[in-house]
Nanobody
Framework: QVQLVESGGGLVQPGGSLRLSCAASGSIFSIYGMGWYRQAPGKQRELVAG???????NYADSVRGRFTISRDSAKKMVYLHMNSLKPEDTAVYYC???????????????WGQGTQVTVSS
């Protein structure tokens, strides 16, 4: 069984910062890409940032220059540092990982349960 657990969400004022963390655990053979998506009320889930096992990174245009994604492969963790937060960044943020388990050895995408980020004065 694989679990992704996010932490670090909360309420922050516009212009503030937050750091989200996501820890992967379970019978994992290998983790390929990890990333963050978000879903605002009434909107579709969208990619925020992703990072591959080789360190390649991509960002949504709306967050580039304000958000930074990083990962600690040894700890099976991915982070999202969010600066200069705006009200439009308000959403549930989901961690994802493309990984293979020891049981199947096949790559699949797994999701965390989500963490709420609210940017409001």
């Amino acid at each position: 069984q694989v679990q992704l657990v996010e932490s670090g969400g909360g309420l922050v004022q516009p212009g503030g910062s937050l750091r989200l963390s996501c820890a992967a655990s379970g019978s994992i053979f290998s983790i390929y890409g990890m990333g963050w998506y978000r879903q605002a009320p009434g909107k579709q889930r969208e990619l925020v940032a992703g990072i591959t096992s080789g360190g390649s990174i991509n960002y949504a245009d709306s967050v580039r220059g304000r958000f930074t994604i990083s990962r600690d492969s040894a700890k099976k963790m991915v982070y999202l540092h969010m600066n200069s937060l705006k009200p439009e960044d308000t959403a549930v943020y989901y961690c994802n990982a493309d990984l293979s388990t020891k049981a199947t050895m096949m790559a699949q995408r797994y999701w965390g349960q989500g963490t709420q980020v609210t940017v409001s004065s």
